[in-house]
T-cell receptor
Framework: DAGITQSPRHKVTETGTPVTLRCHQT?????MYWYRQDPGHGLRLIHY???????DKGEVSDGYSVSRSKTEDFLLTLESATSSQTSVYFC????????????????FGPGTRLTVT | KQEVTQIPAALSVPEGENLVLNCSFT??????LQWFRQDPGKGLTSLLL?????REQTSGRLNASLDKSSGRSTLYIAASQPGDSATYLC????????????????FGKGTKLSVIP
């Protein structure tokens, strides 16, 4: 299994509070991704990173920000959590974001279940 | 916009049966297609990746096929076992470049498989 950890694994927070989720990898992969998974929607990309300090928006980026100061860490921040952000959040990594063979497969972390009350 | 559909949403089969899971996509200009397995409360595990130039990939009892022209992929599981019970997701890598010059995945909502002993 790819060396990806996410913390915390579970979190309950109140509406309006800031929340930061952490993804840590030991594979030295260049690309890192944050997805959310909701019933009826499948996985949707929030933000991704293609290098240290290099990030781009995904399909559902509103209300989220990210930072990557080191190759191994990718942080997802909810500046002011809302109930619509209750979800399971997955981090993923890949060696490249380009099309291609096995090097370009995405590998996923165990997920963080976030509940906003 | 690429859309990925997986039918059925749920499937229950007796142990030992061979089965087929279906994945269809609306834009046939994909770079590759990836099948994942997700166990309850866990992350995604990559099973097979098929390049756009390939017709199929095999790993053990799993065989994935790809027909780009018709926008379809199937995952064949031979001699199913209770341990195969999980949700199976397919994802396609799209040809549209993001601002950062990357290609992104679009996921289906998955098929929940139950193999009855």
């Amino acid at each position: 299994d790819a060396g990806i950890t996410q913390s915390p694994r579970h979190k309950v927070t109140e509406t309006g509070t800031p929340v930061t989720l952490r993804c840590h990898q030991t594979e030295n992969h260049r690309y890192m991704y944050w997805y959310r998974q909701d019933p009826g929607h499948g996985l949707r990309l929030i933000h991704y990173s293609y290098g240290v300090k290099d990030t781009d928006k995904g399909e559902v980026s509103d209300g989220y920000s990210v930072s990557r100061s080191k190759t191994e860490d990718f942080l997802l921040t909810l500046e002011s959590a809302t109930s619509s952000q209750t979800s399971v959040y997955f981090c993923a990594i890949s060696e490249s974001g380009l099309a291609g063979g096995p090097l370009y497969e995405q590998y996923f972390g165990p997920g963080t279940r976030l509940t906003v009350t | 916009k690429q859309e990925v559909t997986q039918i059925p949403a749920a499937l229950s089969v007796p142990e030992g049966e061979n089965l087929v899971l279906n994945c269809s996509f609306t834009d046939s200009a994909i770079y590759n297609l990836q099948w994942f397995r997700q166990d309850p409360g866990k992350g995604l595990t990559s099973l097979l990746l098929i390049q756009s130039s390939q017709r199929e990939q095999t790993s053990g009892r799993l065989n994935a096929s790809l027909d780009k022209s018709s926008g379809r992929s199937t995952l064949y599981i031979a001699a199913s076992q209770p341990g195969d019970s999980a949700t199976y997701l397919c994802a396609v890598k799209n040809p549209q470049l993001t601002q950062a010059g990357s290609y992104q995945l679009t996921f289906g909502k998955g098929t929940k498989l139950s193999v009855i002993p």
